[in-house]
T-cell receptor
Framework: GDSVTQMEGPVTLSEEAFLTINCTYTATGYPSLFWYVQYPGEGLQLLLKATKADDKGSNKGFEATYRKETTSFHLEKGSVQVSDSAVYFCALRRAQKLVFGQGTRLTINP | EAGVAQSPRYKIIEKRQSVAFWCNPISGHATLYWYQQILGQGPKLLIQFQNNGVVDDSQLPKDRFSAERLKGVDSTLKIQPAKLEDSAVYLC????????????FGPGTRLLVL
């Protein structure tokens, strides 16, 4: 069945560091891909999405590119801030269902 | 625009007791979802409503879980009787016209079963 695998957390970085959170997926066909973020005490929020191969989603300085050949959707940010501390979830949507990865907890130290 | 509302935010019960969660979706959103998020895992879809009809409940443990959506707006999720493994965060989400639209999530209800 469909599945999403994220890099193991937690991830701890210093402010202004470069961020990569790896995400790979297994699915038949070409699902839409998403990154959601969950700040402490809040619900999940859509961060960015891509609906077809080679699409790049971007928002708030974060980017991810839909790579069909490697079945990946890695999240990147060039310079992280303390306010980016949260749990990040990669997800795919196919057959009208969202399937989530296990989440990666990110902590940014000043 | 008000977001998805859920209550209660926290609930502690003993095993074999019953519990209910309430969700009020964003106004005008036709599709409503309930997810279960166990600690350290991503959310898992339990049930999906389109207006007041069930679209998908394939992962809902129907021997103990039930859900309804009143008049196509508010929804309740019930567990009876609860088991230790039901300890999780229960998330409600809604989307405007169908599953292809962006899902907006509520803050969740954190359940602890002792």
């Amino acid at each position: 069945g469909d599945s999403v695998t994220q890099m193991e957390g937690p991830v701890t970085l210093s402010e202004e560091a470069f961020l990569t959170i790896n995400c790979t997926y297994t699915a038949t066909g070409y699902p839409s891909l998403f990154w959601y973020v969950q700040y402490p005490g809040e619900g999940l929020q859509l961060l960015l999405k891509a609906t077809k191969a080679d699409d790049k989603g971007s928002n708030k300085g974060f980017e991810a590119t839909y790579r069909k050949e490697t079945t990946s959707f890695h999240l990147e940010k060039g310079s992280v801030q303390v306010s980016d501390s949260a749990v990040y979830f990669c997800a795919l949507r196919r057959a009208q269902k969202l399937v989530f990865g296990q989440g990666t907890r990110l902590t940014i130290n000043p | 625009e008000a977001g998805v509302a859920q209550s209660p935010r926290y609930k502690i019960i003993e095993k074999r007791q019953s519990v209910a969660f309430w969700c009020n979706p964003i106004s005008g959103h036709a599709t409503l979802y309930w997810y279960q998020q166990i600690l350290g895992q991503g959310p898992k879809l339990l049930i999906q409503f389109q207006n007041n009809g069930v679209v998908d409940d394939s992962q809902l443990p129907k021997d103990r879980f039930s859900a309804e959506r009143l008049k196509g707006v508010d929804s309740t999720l019930k567990i009876q009787p609860a088991k230790l493994e039901d300890s999780a965060v229960y998330l409600c989400a809604s989307s405007q016209n169908g599953p292809g639209e962006t899902q907006y999530f509520g803050p969740g209800t954190r359940l602890l079963v002792l």
